[in-house]
């Protein structure tokens, strides 16, 4: 049977005395040392039980030891001894519950001589009960009596180290809702039970002393940032407040766990912890001065005065939760004040006895209730969410199908506090255990939630108690018979008896200490005096190696993100940050500094970083990353080799043409690549840490090798070499060959898509370089052959050695490339070079207007066309005006060609934001989140109709002839409406989801439309009938483009796809953008397809006999392309970061595209406005007047005006 009790540990003043500081010797009395293990039970060369956490010296005594020139005084509560509580955590996750009795103790006289200490000097010395159970209030009261019988007048029958072992060997841990036991202490009767399991978690403290020190307000702010795994850090003057605090905290999120790192009381000496840029909970004396730290990001939890601070903005729980979580608990803390206008007797029984169990002084109830209204409040806000579980290898959750849900349910978008928290490692952690449970229904969330829908009372879900449990006693047949009635009374607490290799290693260090070699002479049969590692014990050995790690994570931790916070001006290669980094990387032959490294960018990255370097930074990591990988391949370390290779493909940097380009590509001059016996060990790796055991094995096993895969292709590895290695692994797991095929497509397709965007870069493939496209990046040309600037020379000269190069290796990608295109004049990355624009821009003149009015964000910009309303012989003044809406609820109609005076109306009547806007000869239309469409005349701006029936936020508005509006909304249903006679005339198409984008052929009669669904509709509303559901895309579909038979789509799955209309297949997936694909366009006069996502790209694509390729990319724009409008000789680009285009198609084609063939590389950047700092939501052009306007955040429009002579 397991034991109630692991441990009896004493801690304090050792007989090697060292600072905190790793100063050794006596320094003072004002000065904190460490603290040592000095006894135990178990002894520590028990064979059957393991050692005991080699960091529990250090955490039972927090500040250190301290010693004084007197000790307990009655008179002085600052001697009095301290009883407190802590929680270790281990490497699995597991908790290790501590109870400690502090006090001052004398000296022992061996030590005191042998360091000088003043005699009859006092230190902390701490005793511990340590157990697997969070049983607080047993292990307390126990280690409170054993600290009484030791110092009571009175003594004990036993001697107090046989009563310890007793209790220790002898105490078993009772069966959970079944045992009792009963044990004693001399003469104190103690008890231990724990509740049933299939109840709440056990716990043993009080939540009374958390609900005093934070209001209301407070706590729920605690508990959002705990939910949402933020940096929590609570401070208090009081060691137990701080362990109950946390503990509590842990309980309220139930059914939940805390993932991540748990200090509840945190050592002084570790405060550089808080400098952690992963997610923690720590607890910190007060006393500890932490204004030296940045504390970004960091939620301050103050017990002492109810505060909590913190630089980023917690999001708050939404409506309705927040009310009625608030309300309850308030409920509970106050019910006199929150039941004072209920009736004390009568009609509300309900009440009544509500109050009178709320009114007792704070129990065990409260507890359980404040548990309850917790446990409440998730049954509420995750409703339901048991339809949205999926068993798949990639997905365990439809997050976005559940926010859609609720939604729809409170009338809200999607709240920021639940989106965070369905993607915490909490959230998850709760599914995985729920699909990997045998069945049994034991989840207290689904039975409070199933109970709730019942009406049945929430206490149903607690197991009742059982009538009668089996009382175990524990009893000591040794007392009053040992000794004959002797008593044993102590003046300071005993130590226990030392063997006999204890005693000479004790008597070793002290000699050392005082310089006493004559004892050595003398005993010549002794082994010679050996202080420091080798004299250590093994148990000291495995906690020194413990601080050592921690304290060089700490450090490197602390030195990446000073690294990553180094200025513009500043050099990473020659700063402190980096040779130190080096230096720990180099120096440590265990790998603890390299390993160390890449673990610590890993919880940078999981803690939301978005890992983007600057182009110094991003030399740095990376000759950082290659000596870790080298030292590690030394020492055969393949799991930092993984590591490394892991975050080498989410780092980053952007170039002057906004490209990305990942730190993994520059590692494939590491041979480790080229070894199958790696790529096989990192393949069992994924396998064995796969989230989905029970998917199909040839399905999982193929999901693993993609994964290789993609790290095969993001360093560069030749096709063929890949795909042996992958081919191996394959067969060695007989997948079948339908999976062959798969995956060989797969790496070809991923592959082709490298070569495309960068080139052919490894050192194998000189001979296939003229089959690659050039790199998007020529700079890349410097990255793999220049000499770096020297480096730090602080202390390390061999800083340097580490950017040496070999130039026998290869030449740049882009020198490669030069003649790939034969002599045209188009540059690396499909763009018109410099010389070429200054020709025929020199005179050009460039205006850009700021058009001032809405007092919001503008969140639609239309522009009037000359097909719009009409304008067959160009005497319509209103073509070519803009119209916006905004989030000021306003409509207004701009004239561009009144300079100083262009706002021509202002259109009034929406009560929320103003989504979509078109418009025809006399008409404007608009559509709003207040789910109404309005019609206005446009010259009078009277307000015609307001069409009702949508159920949700309109998101497209269209004119059309006959007086006729088609519109859509996120209802997810297009309706037609007929102006004159303000009816909806017919549903004409429905989405399972809300529609973002939709098209409308007048001539023919066919709509398209799609949204979040991911899935295209395509209905002929002329016959009442769908036409196709086109299925493809993974993900929510933004943009939508028909010509003719043609249909294209980009999503957000970063692809874009062809169908065709009448068919309703797929003749096409375009995939070669790093984004969601934002907007699409076709070409009429080309027949081709242009693409924008938010890498910041714009790809030209055209149709050739073998399908459609990418012809060329443009890197002008360094932000999300918002917009796309192709005329016959003119493009109109904008995007997110306020920057526009303007493309143009000469007559006479320029360079040797002519001879290729190509005709969308003929497109040819005319001019770009000068950039101003602003966010735009939302572009529109008019192409005949070569205008673009932008729509900014900040309320204003942006128009910009080429004058162009043609």
């Known amino acids: 049977m397991a034991r109630m009790f692991e441990y009896f540990v004493v801690c304090g003043l050792g007989p090697e005395m060292r600072t905190v500081d790793g100063n050794k010797g006596y320094h003072g009395m004002r000065v904190f040392y460490l603290s040592s293990l000095l006894d135990q039970y178990p002894p520590d060369n028990h064979s059957l039980y393991p050692p005991a956490p080699p960091q529990l010296p250090t955490c039972v005594l927090p500040a250190g030891v301290e010693l004084y020139p007197s000790g307990f005084d009655a008179n002085d509560s600052s001697t009095f001894p301290r009883s407190y509580p802590i929680v270790l955590t281990e490497g699995d996750g597991s908790k290790i519950y501590v109870s400690c009795v502090a006090f001052r103790d004398p000296v022992s006289e061996d030590i005191a001589e042998a360091y000088r200490i003043p005699a009859n000097s006092f ?17 307390r009261n126990a280690l409170e009596e054993l600290f009484k019988l030791c110092f009571s007048p009175t003594g004990s029958s036993k001697p107090l180290w046989d009563v310890i072992s007793h209790m220790i060997s002898n105490v078993p841990l009772p069966t959970p809702g079944k045992d009792r036991v009963l044990f004693s202490i001399e003469n104190c009767l103690l008890s231990v039970e724990a509740p049933p399991k299939d109840g709440l978690p056990h716990v043993d403290i009080s939540f009374q002393p958390l609900v005093q020190c934070l209001d209301a307000d407070n706590l729920l702010k605690l508990f959002t940032a705990v939910l949402l795994e933020r940096r929590v850090l609570l401070r208090s003057n009081k060691y137990s407040l701080l362990t109950v605090a946390s503990e509590a905290i842990c309980h309220l999120i139930y059914p939940f766990r805390w993932q991540h790192v748990y200090i509840p009381l945190l050592f002084f000496s570790g405060v550089d912890y808080i400098d952690a840029p992963t997610p923690y909970m720590m607890g910190l004396h007060s006393a500890v001065d932490t204004s030296h730290f940045a504390m970004d990001g960091v939620v301050v939890v103050d017990l002492e005065y109810n505060r909590i601070s913190s630089s980023e903005e917690i999001p708050p729980i939404p409506e309705p939760e927040l009310s009625s979580l608030r309300g309850e608990i308030l409920k509970l803390l106050y019910p006199n004040v929150m039941g004072i206008d209920q009736m004390k007797a009568g009609l509300v029984n309900s009440s009544e006895q509500y109050l009178k169990g709320c009114n007792k002084p704070w129990g065990e109830d409260h507890d359980l209730q ?194 990553l916070k180094l200025g513009a001006t500043d050099d990473p290669l020659s700063s402190f940050e980096y040779g130190t980094i080096l230096a720990l990387i180099e120096s440590d032959a265990e790998g603890i500094g390299g390993s160390g490294f890449v673990e610590c960018i890993r919880e940078h990255i999981h803690s939301g970083w978005h890992c983007q370097l600057t182009d110094e930074q991003f030399i740095a990591v990376k000759e950082l990353l290659k000596t870790a990988i080298n030292r590690a391949t030394s020492r055969n370390d393949v799991s930092t080799i993984r590591d490394a290779l892991e975050v080498s493909a989410e780092m980053y940097k952007k170039d002057s043409n906004n490209v990305s380009d990942y730190v993994q590509r520059h590692l494939i001059s590491l041979s480790i690549w080229e070894e199958l016996r790696f790529w096989e060990v990192y393949f069992e790796y994924l396998m064995e840490h796969s989230s989905s055991k029970s998917a199909n094995y040839a399905a999982l096993v193929t999901t693993q090798l993609i994964l290789v895969a ?141 058009l001032r009015g809405h007092s919001g964000a503008i969140t639609a910009v239309h522009c009037v066309t000359r097909r719009e309303v009409w304008d067959l012989v160009g005497d319509r003044e209103d073509a070519g005006f803009f119209i916006s809406g905004s989030t000021d609820c306003m409509v ?15 259109l009034k009547g929406h009560t929320r934001t103003v989504r979509a806007i078109s418009s025809d000869r006399g ?24 069409l009702k029936g949508h159920d949700a936020q309109v998101s497209c508005v269209r004119m059309l002839s006959g007086e006729r509006v088609l519109t859509a909304a996120h209802d997810g249903t297009v309706k037609m409406w007929d102006v004159r006679t303000d009816t909806c005339v017919a549903t004409v198409g429905r989405c399972s989801s809300a529609v973002l984008c939709m098209e409308y052929d007048d001539s023919t009669g066919i709509l398209a439309a799609a949204g979040r669904d991911a899935v295209a509709n395509i209905w002929d509303i002329r016959a009442g009938r769908q036409m196709h559901k086109l299925l493809g895309h993974t993900k929510w579909i933004r943009s939508i483009r028909m010509v003719g038979d043609t249909l294209i789509t980009g999503s957000d799955d970063w692809t874009a796809r062809v169908w065709s209309v009448s068919r309703g297949t797929c003749d096409a997936v375009l995939a070669c953008h790093a984004g969601p694909i934002l ?128």
């Open 123 to 139: 230190a902390d010395k701490c005793i511990c009960l340590v157990s697997r159970s969070p049983s607080f209030g047993v292990l």
């Open 892 to 906: 207004k109609i701009w004239d561009p060609s009144i300079r100083g005076s262009e706002l021509r109306a202002t």
């Open 370 to 563: 404040l548990r309850l209204i917790f446990l409440k409040f998730f049954a509420s806000i995750l409703g339901g969410y048991r339809n949205f579980l999926e068993n798949t290898v990639t997905h365990a959750f439809n997050t976005q199908a559940f926010l859609k849900k609720r939604s729809r349910l409170t009338n809200q978008p999607p709240d920021p506090m639940i989106t965070q928290f369905l993607e915490s490692h909490g959230f998850l952690d709760y599914l995985e255990r729920g699909i990997d449970s045998d069945g049994n229904n034991n989840n207290l969330l689904d039975k409070l939630q199933d109970t709730i829908g019942r009406g049945q009372n929430p206490m149903s879900i607690l197991p009742t108690a059982v009538a009668e449990t089996e009382i175990i006693t524990i009893s000591d047949p040794d007392v009053g018979i040992l000794g004959s009635g002797a008593k044993y009374t102590y003046d300071r607490f005993p130590s226990n008896i030392r063997s006999e290799e204890q005693e000479e290693k004790r008597k070793q260090i002290l000699a050392a200490a005082r310089g006493a070699f004559e004892y050595i002479k003398h005993a010549p049969s002794s082994p010679s005096v050996q202080v420091g590692k080798d004299s250590l014990s093994p148990m000291e050995r495995a906690a020194e190696r413990e601080r050592m790690v921690l304290d060089i994570q700490v450090k490197l931790q602390g030195l990446w993100l000073r690294l």
């Open 923 to 946: 008409k404007v239309v608009s559509g709003s989140d207040d789910q109404s469409v309005i019609v206005w005349d446009k010259q009078t701006s009277q307000l015609l109709e307001e």
């Open 1079 to 1206: 907007c699409v366009e076709y070409s009429m006069s080309d027949r081709g397809i242009i693409t924008g996502s938010t890498d910041g790209l714009l790809r030209f694509w055209e149709n050739e006999e073998g399908g459609i390729r990418c012809v060329k990319n443009v890197t002008i724009h360094s932000a999300p392309i918002l917009s796309i409008n192709a005329g016959e000789h003119w493009l109109g680009i904008g995007a997110a970061d306020n920057s526009m285009s303007l493309f143009h198609r000469p007559q006479e084609r320029l360079g040797g595209f002519s001879s290729t063939g190509s005709k969308m590389a003929g497109w040819q950047l005319y001019r770009t406005p000068q950039r101003t700092v602003a966010m735009v939501r939302c572009v529109a052009s008019d192409l005949e007047r070569k205008r673009i306007c932008s729509g900014g955040r900040n309320g204003v429009l942006r128009l910009w005006e080429a004058t162009i002579n043609i």
């Open 710 to 850: 993609l790290h095969m292709a993001g360093l560069g590895l030749v096709d063929t070499d890949a795909w042996h290695m992958i081919e191996t692994i394959a067969e060695k797991n007989n997948i079948g060959y339908k999976q062959f095929i798969k995956l060989r497509g797969f790496l070809t397709h991923i592959q082709q898509i490298r070569v495309n965007y960068w080139g052919i870069s490894s050192v194998k493939a000189q001979s296939m370089l003229s089959h690659g496209l050039s790199s998007p990046r020529p700079k890349d040309s410097m990255d793999e052959n220049q000499q770096p600037a020297e480096a730090s020379v602080i202390g390390r000269s061999w800083v340097q050695s580490m950017f040496s190069r070999d130039s026998s290796r290869a030449t740049s990608f882009g020198r490669v490339h030069k003649g790939a295109f034969n002599g045209t004049s188009v540059n690396e990355i499909g763009t018109p070079r410099k010389q070429d624009l200054t020709a025929g821009q020199k005179k050009l003149q460039t205006n850009v207007r700021i």
